[in-house]
């Protein structure tokens, strides 16, 4: 079910690093110290979203990812774009916590 935009802004405030794009996207990027770091991050992006069967999009750009998402069925935001959201924030860390900090 799509979020209204007062339950948009609450989940917001419970994922570190996320920003709305028109209540109609969240959107985060995420620094590494290696461009290898960031490619490993994608690919455990990958599995989680193929796990979820929910995707974002993915923009590389040297040691910065970015990752968008929204729910295309339903118009919007869904909590299951925020499930994602915080699956993907626990993946940095481990990643960075694992292979060094983040810039």
């Known amino acids: 079910m799509k979020l209204g935009n007062t339950d948009i802004d609450q989940k917001l ?18 620094r ?3 461009f290898m ?4 991050f994608v690919n455990e992006v990958a599995r989680i979203s193929e796990a979820l069967n929910h995707h974002p999009m993915i923009a590389i750009d040297y040691k910065m990812v970015t990752l968008r998402l929204t729910s ?3 118009g919007g935001l869904t909590d299951l774009d925020f499930e994602s959201a915080a699956k993907f924030d626990q993946a940095f860390t ?10």
Not at 17 to 27: C, E, Y
Not at 94 to 103: L, W
């Open 13 to 30: 405030a419970e994922v570190t690093g996320w920003t709305t794009d028109d209540h109609k996207w969240i959107v985060r990027k995420y």
């Open 32 to 34: 590494f110290t290696a």
């Open 37 to 40: 770091q960031g490619i490993d």
């Open 72 to 74: 295309w069925h339903a």
């Open 94 to 103: 481990d990643i960075t916590t694992n292979s060094g900090s983040p810039d």
